[in-house]
């Protein structure tokens, strides 16, 4: 953590390093952050919202004149947010220009002096803070009134599609039991670091339990990867899409085919006509931009990857759909 903290501007004399005051200086800069994170901790090792915090702390640390900041809340707890606004403030303050991009029109309401709208790519309107609401924001991101923003359907609750009793890994949580029924939609919330992530991945046989049961549909299931938890009817969108969930290198429509190739195959062989109007079908659902199922994936924007993340996974028709932060660099006209 210390050394990518202070990548480039490591403290030492020739060849020699510093690695004692580096590691001192990288603690201070966290503990100012509010991040409770060990600075000899390996990145690797941390969870995505707290390489997102080193990530800004190795900002903060170089004392910028103009900082730009691309979604920093978007894998923050309130309290971490709190504490990044704190410092924010403290660097305008200081007179450092501040570039703060984001999709949470809370933040940029808190954050913001001066607010400028973007709409596919062109620049839609500049106002002080003080002479925009949140609802002007969304008409003009969107292009259109949005009267509810999230509007709440209904949905018959059925009978009970999965069950977690006392799950534990031994390590990163213990005794978790929850239920899910058919047509509901469970919440787990949570401080970041309190397990919400390891839980999901467990669900989905990406990490090991060593204690407790998961059931589907009923059926007690033995899940210890993850293609035994896709065929017992278990689907996982991932915190870290790209380290996680696409494959860069594909297109959309190969990426959203991915887990379904048994199902769009014929003695062996794939049906390219099934498999190119499932992909049209689901870019047309999600929006997804541009609208070309053969245009690779990772020159998406993120947001768009994360669509086709989403589109991948209802496309193996689950019984049970687990998101982890399905929304995270997804703009509020694709939210709603």
Not at 105 to 115: F, S, T
């Given at each position: 953590?210390?050394?990518n903290?202070?990548?480039?501007?490591m403290?030492g004399k020739?060849?020699f390093?510093?690695?004692?005051?580096?590691v001192?200086?990288?603690?201070?800069?966290?503990?100012e952050?509010?991040?409770?994170?060990?600075?000899?901790e390996?990145?690797?090792?941390l969870?995505?919202?707290?390489?997102?915090l080193v990530e800004i702390?190795?900002?903060?640390?170089?004392?910028?004149r103009?900082?730009?900041?691309?979604?920093?809340?978007?894998s923050?707890?309130?309290?971490?947010?709190t504490?990044?606004?704190?410092?924010l403030?403290?660097?305008?303050d200081?007179?450092?220009?501040?570039i703060?991009?984001?999709?949470?029109?809370?933040?940029?309401?808190?954050?913001?002096d001066?607010?400028?709208v973007?709409?596919?790519?062109?620049?839609i309107?500049?106002?002080p803070?003080?002479?925009i609401t949140a609802?002007?924001?969304i008409?003009?991101?969107v292009?259109?009134?949005?009267?509810n923003?999230?509007?709440k359907?209904?949905?018959?609750?059925?009978?009970?599609?999965?069950?977690?009793?006392?799950i534990?890994?031994?390590?990163?949580f213990?005794?978790?039991?929850?239920?899910?029924r058919?047509?509901?939609?469970l919440?787990?919330?949570?401080?970041?670091?309190?397990?919400?992530?390891?839980?999901?991945?467990?669900?989905f046989?990406l990490?090991?339990?060593v204690?407790?049961?998961?059931?589907?549909n009923?059926?007690e299931?033995s899940?210890?990867?993850?293609?035994?938890?896709v065929?017992a009817g278990?689907?996982?969108?991932?915190?870290?899409?790209?380290?996680?969930?696409?494959?860069?290198?594909?297109s959309i429509?190969?990426?959203?085919?991915l887990p379904i190739?048994?199902?769009?195959?014929?003695?062996?062989?794939?049906?390219?006509?099934?498999?190119?109007a499932l992909?049209a079908?689901?870019?047309k659902?999600?929006?997804i931009?541009p609208?070309?199922?053969?245009?690779?994936?990772?020159?998406?924007?993120?947001?768009n990857?994360?669509k086709?993340?989403?589109?991948k996974?209802?496309a193996?028709?689950?019984?049970?759909?687990?998101?982890d932060?399905?929304?995270?660099?997804v703009d509020?006209?694709?939210?709603a």
């Amino acid at each position: 953590v210390a050394e990518n903290v202070y990548l480039g501007r490591m403290p030492g004399k020739w060849t020699f390093l510093r690695k004692g005051e580096m590691v001192r200086k990288a603690g201070a800069v966290l503990a100012e952050l509010g991040a409770a994170i060990n600075p000899r901790e390996r990145l690797g090792n941390l969870s995505i919202s707290q390489q997102q915090l080193v990530e800004i702390a190795k900002a903060y640390a170089a004392q910028p004149r103009i900082i730009v900041l691309d979604e920093p809340t978007s894998s923050l707890s309130e309290h971490e947010t709190t504490a990044l606004f704190r410092i924010l403030r403290k660097m305008r303050d200081d007179g450092i220009a501040i570039i703060y991009i984001s999709h949470r029109l809370k933040d940029v309401l808190e954050i913001a002096d001066e607010v400028t709208v973007l709409r596919d790519g062109s620049m839609i309107e500049t106002r002080p803070i003080e002479g925009i609401t949140a609802a002007q924001m969304i008409r003009l991101m969107v292009g259109r009134e949005v009267s509810n923003v999230f509007p709440k359907s209904q949905a018959e609750i059925g009978k009970s599609v999965l069950r977690v009793e006392r799950i534990s890994d031994g390590t990163r949580f213990r005794n978790v039991s929850f239920e899910v029924r058919a047509g509901e939609i469970l919440g787990l919330t949570g401080m970041v670091g309190a397990g919400r992530t390891e839980v999901a991945r467990a669900i989905f046989g990406l990490s090991r339990l060593v204690e407790g049961t998961v059931s589907v549909n009923g059926r007690e299931v033995s899940i210890n990867s993850p293609s035994q938890a896709v065929k017992a009817g278990i689907a996982y969108v991932p915190e870290d899409r790209k380290g996680d969930g696409i494959v860069p290198g594909m297109s959309i429509r190969e990426n959203i085919s991915l887990p379904i190739l048994r199902r769009l195959s014929r003695f062996g062989r794939i049906r390219r006509s099934a498999d190119r109007a499932l992909a049209a079908d689901y870019v047309k659902q999600f929006s997804i931009s541009p609208p070309d199922g053969e245009r690779r994936i990772n020159l998406l924007s993120g947001g768009n990857q994360q669509k086709a993340v989403i589109a991948k996974w209802l496309a193996a028709r689950p019984s049970a759909l687990i998101l982890d932060e399905p929304t995270r660099g997804v703009d509020v006209g694709a939210k709603a």
